[in-house]
Every structure is written in C-alpha cells, then in structure tokens.
C-alpha cells in the first residue's frame, strides 16, 4: 500500500520552519509494519501538502497546538475519497472530537495496534478505535479494538528513520514510558501509564550507536526515580562504552539530586554524553506545586526549606558540567503576577534558562477536569489561556512574558550564564579541551535560541491580545 504519514503542524507553532527533532512517531509506524511504501511528512518542515497525490491510506499525527490544521487535511483527504486515520497524543485525549474527521482513531501508543489496523483495512474493514490505555475504553455504539494491557516494550521495532532525507539537528530515541507523578497538567500518565515500562538496554544502546551526531533521549525523566535508577545505570554505562561518542539532551526532574544512587545516575549520564536537560520545576510557590500534584518531582525532605533544597539540587546538577533549563507553568489560584518576576529572579540567580508558560488545560488531563466540573474554563480564543488567571489581566501576562523574555535572554545575561558555565567545565577533571569548547558553545547558542522561540511564542500571545482587545 502507499501510506502518507504526516506530523500536523498549525499555522502559529513556533517550531515552524526550523524543528530540530526528527519526529519519532512517524518513523516508528513505519518500522512496525515494514512492508509498505511510506511517504513521512513533518509539517514543522514541509506546511504544503499535496493532496492529488496517489495514495492508499492517511495517518496524522498531532498534538494539542495542531488540532485545527489536523482536522483540515484529514477533511481534505476524506473529501477526495482517501481514507484517513488520526493518532498521536491530541487524538487520545480527543478521541471523539478526532472520529468525525477519520475513518479511525488510534488512543495510545500505536506500533501494535498499526499492525492490526492495517491488517483490518486489507481485509476486514477499519474500526473505529484502536486503543492502548490503562483503563478499559468505554464506547457504546462503536467498533474497538483494545490491547488487553499496555503493551511491553521489548521488542519496540527499528523506526525507519531514512524515510527523512533532510537533515534534523537531533534524532529522538526513547528508552521508557510512563510516569507514577501525574502533575496535573501533563497528560503523560493518562497516555501511557503509572507504572515504567522499559525497552531492552541493548536495543536502545543498539539505536544510539547508529547516530551520528546529537540526540534527544524523550523519556520523562533521564535521571529516573527510586526504582528505575539501576535501569538508568546500566544503560549509561553501556552508552559510554560506545566508541563514539554523541552529545545527548534531555527532560528531567530535580528528585535524583537528593538520592545518593540518583546522583550516581547523573554522573553516568554526563559521562555517556549528556549536556543539557531541561527541568519542570513547575512553582517556586508550595502551595502550588502540592496541588498540582508536582511537589514529589523537586526531591526535598519533609523537614527541609523548600527553596533552599531545590537550589541545592539544581546545583549538584550544574556541577557536572549540565545547562538547565527550568520550565514553569504559571497562572493557577495561588499564583499572582508577582508570582512571574519572583520566578525569573530564581531563574537568574540560578543561572538556568526561564522557560514559562501560562497554565494552560489540556483535554486528558486532570487539571482540564477539575476546571470543567468547577464550571472554571474560559475560552481560549478570547484570553491567553483556557485557565483564568485570577488577579492578573490578559494584558498584564503578555507584559510578564514580555519582561521575562527581555531580560532573561538579554546578551549580558546569556554571556553572565554560559561564562557561569564555562568556569564549572574547565574546573572538572574528566572534561577534555574539546568538552568545554564543545559544550560552552552549545551553551550560547541554547540560549540564544531559546531566546528568540520565547519571543516568538510571546509575540503570538501579544497578537492574541490585541486583536481582542480591538
Ligand atoms: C519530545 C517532545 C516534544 C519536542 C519535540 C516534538 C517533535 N517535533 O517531535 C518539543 C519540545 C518540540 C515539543 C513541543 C510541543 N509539545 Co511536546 N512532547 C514531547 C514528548 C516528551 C515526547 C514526544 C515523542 O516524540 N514521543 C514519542 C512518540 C513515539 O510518541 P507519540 O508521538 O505519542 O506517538 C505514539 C502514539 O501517540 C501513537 N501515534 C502518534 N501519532 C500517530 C498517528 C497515527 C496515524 C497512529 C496510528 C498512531 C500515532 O503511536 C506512536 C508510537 O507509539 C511528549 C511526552 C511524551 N512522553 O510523549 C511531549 C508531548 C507530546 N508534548 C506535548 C505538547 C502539548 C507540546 C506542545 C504543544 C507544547 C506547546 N508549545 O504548547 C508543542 C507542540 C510542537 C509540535 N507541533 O510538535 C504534550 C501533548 C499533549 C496533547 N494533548 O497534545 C505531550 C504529551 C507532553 C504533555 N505535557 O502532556 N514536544
Ligand atoms: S510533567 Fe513530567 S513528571 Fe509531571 S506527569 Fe508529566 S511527565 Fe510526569
């Protein structure tokens, strides 16, 4: 068969034109079932698609911020008769929604059940959904197909990664799935469960052999947690084994920094490559991080001063030679919009890159829940997010961000960071000249990058802002 995959890319996403990631979702589909001819499209890339091109079946791939344009072109294919299928993390939160544009929707993740939906497309017809979720997927009335339990990772196939011919600057690989925290903002223990879930070491140290220059290890937390860091050990082990050695990036979370064996896996991971990892660090606020359910993720003791042992964690990272980023989610109850400029000053005294975004509510996720049983939800369209932010006008978070972006990543304050930086790696023993040349300059540029996508994103809730306003 010829099968279009295509990763949805809206028209305001600030990836647009210049994503460095290689999507992975496409390239695994691809590898689950071999045997077709595929065509990968990453709309970030490629927005234009051809819709007269001969094919015998659609896929698309989307998250939240390309919901619109995924209904566009599914609605597109559908009209010149060519069957379309939806999946990817927005089709499992929104799996209804997602069905009246598709002749099938996939929830969860999808190397097996593509197998099974292909095989069901030759030969008896397509359902309507194909699920991989923790819980029984309920759905009167309509054709389903669910996978007993979630499925084991062992034997996760090879994801045709040559489909692209154009270069990405990081290739994506993941060695877990699942999260026990459930922040509830994140829809990642809905999608893939509470419980880890591992891929065979090998095969992972298998994959990151073949890469030939930077990559991005998607797992939720590169540093593990209490019970999955002697996977995390070996694994880094074995990568740094590889002759070649490839920088690496990652997410992660603060907690490993209060364990002894959690520090050992961040020690390994620097020697296996790692450079820069960013952390959600979600709150400087208590209140706020216990309600959101992200307070376990920070590692600090129940004696201990909040803040103080944050610091000290973020620290022990810096100290191996590791950039961060710090992520926060700002705009719930107990936030103000002081809540902003107290969270960049954290940010600059600790030398980590801000990275803010204003609460938002995803479909799927507890938080979207819990505001839509209080009756809270606001239109997205005509405020800065679905999440109303008390005390603070729409008007006064573009303001914030605005603040944040320009002082944040001022040149004064990015060369402040990466010579805070540059002093950490020359001071470790293990680093070789061409680690702290390599790295120091990877540094600025992160930044400087950074700098110009948090623009960008505020630029487009500027523009969202006026427009109401007008
Ligand atoms: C890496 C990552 C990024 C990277 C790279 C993205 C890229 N270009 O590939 C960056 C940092 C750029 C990013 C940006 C964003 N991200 Co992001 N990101 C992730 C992360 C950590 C991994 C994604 C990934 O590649 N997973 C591996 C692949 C294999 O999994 P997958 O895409 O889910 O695909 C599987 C299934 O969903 C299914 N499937 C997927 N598509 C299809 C299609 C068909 C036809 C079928 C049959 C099956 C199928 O099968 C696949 C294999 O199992 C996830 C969290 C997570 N653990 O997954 C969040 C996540 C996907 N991101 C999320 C969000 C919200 C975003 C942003 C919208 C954030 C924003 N700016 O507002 C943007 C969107 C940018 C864009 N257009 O892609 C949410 C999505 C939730 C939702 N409801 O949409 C997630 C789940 C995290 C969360 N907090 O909840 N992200
Ligand atoms: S934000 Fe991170 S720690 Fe929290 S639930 Fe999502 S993946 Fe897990």
Redesign the pocket.
């Known amino acids: 068969m010829r099968i279009k995959?295509i990763?949805?890319?809206?028209k305001e996403?600030?990836?647009k034109g210049k994503?460095p990631?290689?999507?992975?979702?496409?390239t695994?589909?691809a590898g689950a079932v071999p045997e077709h001819d595929y065509e990968l499209i990453?709309m970030?890339r490629t927005p234009e698609i051809d819709y007269n091109a001969e094919v015998d079946l659609v896929?698309?791939?989307?998250?939240?911020?390309?919901?619109k344009t995924a209904f566009l072109v599914a609605d597109n294919f559908r009209e010149k008769g060519i069957p379309v299928?939806?999946?990817?993390?927005?089709?499992?939160?929104?799996p209804f929604g997602a069905l009246e544009h598709a002749g099938a929707v996939?929830i969860?993740?999808?190397?097996k059940?593509?197998v099974q939906?292909l095989d069901d497309f030759e030969n008896s017809g397509l359902k309507d959904f194909?699920v991989?979720a923790p819980k029984k997927f309920m759905a009167e009335e309509y054709s389903i197909f669910q996978l007993p339990e979630l499925p084991t990772l062992k034997d996760i196939p090879i994801p045709k990664r040559e489909l692209f011919s154009r270069k990405y600057d990081f290739e994506?690989v993941?060695a877990a799935?699942g999260?026990a925290i459930n922040c509830d903002?994140?829809?990642?223990t809905r999608?893939?469960g509470s419980r880890y879930r591992f891929r065979l070491i090998q095969d992972v140290v298998e994959e990151v052999a073949g890469f030939k220059g930077y990559y991005?290890l998607?797992?939720?937390t590169v540093f593990g947690r209490v019970n999955t860091y002697n996977y995390y050990l070996e694994l880094y082990g074995k990568i740094a084994q590889l002759k070649r050695k490839n920088y690496w990036i990652g997410?992660a979370n603060l907690d490993a920094a209060s364990h002894e064996k959690g520090r050992e896996v961040i020690q390994k991971a620097v020697k296996s490559g790692f450079i820069y990892a960013?952390i959600g660090m979600e709150s400087i606020n208590k209140k706020v991080l216990q309600k959101s359910g992200s307070y376990s993720k920070m590692g600090v003791g129940k004696s201990e001063d909040m803040l103080q042992k944050m610091k000290e964690n973020i620290r022990f990272i810096q100290q191996q030679g590791i950039l961060i980023s710090a992520w926060f989610a700002i705009g719930y109850e107990d936030d103000n919009l002081k809540t902003y400029y107290d969270t960049l000053d954290f940010c600059l005294e600790m030398n980590m890159l801000p990275a803010f975004?204003p609460v938002?509510a995803?479909?799927?996720?507890d938080l979207y829940d819990r505001l839509e049983a209080e009756g809270k939800l606001q239109d997205p369209d005509k405020n800065i997010t679905n999440v109303p932010h008390h005390s603070m006008t729409n008007q006064q978070v573009v303001e914030a961000m605005e603040y944040v972006q320009r002082k944040g990543y001022s040149l004064p304050v990015i060369l402040h960071r990466t010579w805070f930086y540059f002093k950490i790696l020359v001071r470790k023993k293990d680093q070789t000249v061409h680690d702290v040349i390599h790295k120091t300059i990877f540094a600025f540029v992160t930044q400087w990058r950074f700098g110009k996508i948090m623009k960008q994103?505020t630029d487009i809730l500027k523009r969202k802002t006026q427009e109401n306003a007008s």
Not at 7 to 10: E, M, N
Not at 59 to 67: A, D, L, N, P, V
């Open positions: 995959l990763l949805a890319a809206g996403e600030v990836m994503n990631f290689k999507p992975l979702s496409l695994l589909l990453d970030l896929g698309i791939s989307f998250r939240r911020s390309s919901e299928v939806l999946g990817g993390p927005q089709a499992s939160a929104n996939v969860g993740e999808g190397e059940l593509w939906l194909y991989s994506l993941f799935r999260c903002f994140c829809s990642v999608l893939f991005y998607i797992d939720d997410q960013a975004t938002q995803m479909p799927g996720t994103e």
